[in-house]
């Protein structure tokens, strides 16, 4: 056990990951907090950690533009073009964000003083927006063809059958089609969790530079609440890398 902590621990991937679970839970405790006068203290130490964990990613992901690029020119070899197109492109989205953060880290440290920060910042979350986009449709690309694949098998089908002869009351009140369908995208993800992690953890995420480039505005909890969401899912998959979706 010690063992795969420490090996977790080692990885930059795996720093990044606590270091973010960490900033975003200290952004939601901030705002559970707001009202209280009591705990202002409490609260400034938490702004203090959330910030110095938000600096300390940004040096953590130094040089992820370079991984970002060859995970773009793998993806571009699969053999299956739309899955292909949609990592390819997420991938150089996710190359074009790290160069914008990174940029936005030489500001902030004195290495460069001529850059717009705040216009490099927006290009930042438009990328990752970018990225999370393409890497939802992959999701959703993948989630039909499991649909499909399950909806074709005959043992499936007697299940679903049995499921809406179970439940009448549900038939007159539900559009039988549509409780179907549901029932398989259920199915589907609860046979596959490392699609339903990687979508849980997308959507999460699509808040955050959602907020921040004001295309829908969320609370700061909320998007605490995802982004530790998020994290935790990351940790977890980076921890068990069965869980995480391939390619």
Known sequence: MMDAVLKFANQSQ????????????????IYLLRNKPDRKDLVARLKSLENNMSAGRKLLRLGNA???????????????????????????????????????????????????KERWSINASRYYLFSLVMNLTRDLYVILQLMQKKGRDNRFKSRMNQHLSDCPEVAEA?????????????????????????????ICDLFIPLDRLGIYKSSAGVVGFCGLISSLIGILTLARPTLRIKP
């Open 14 to 29: 795996g720093r990044d990951r606590v270091f973010r679970a960490t900033q975003y839970a200290c952004a939601l405790s």
């Open 66 to 116: 370079a991984n970002s690029i060859v995970a773009a020119k793998q993806t571009m070899q699969l053999s299956d073009r739309l899955l292909g197109l949609c990592l390819t492109v997420a991938n150089i989205n996710r190359a074009l964000y790290f160069i914008c953060d990174n940029a936005v880290w030489a500001k902030n440290v004195g290495l460069i003083r001529s850059i717009n």
């Open 174 to 202: 539900v559009i039988p089609e549509l409780d179907a369908l549901i029932f398989l995208l259920l199915e589907t993800l609860r046979s596959e969790p490392t699609v339903a992690l990687d979508t849980v953890k997308n």
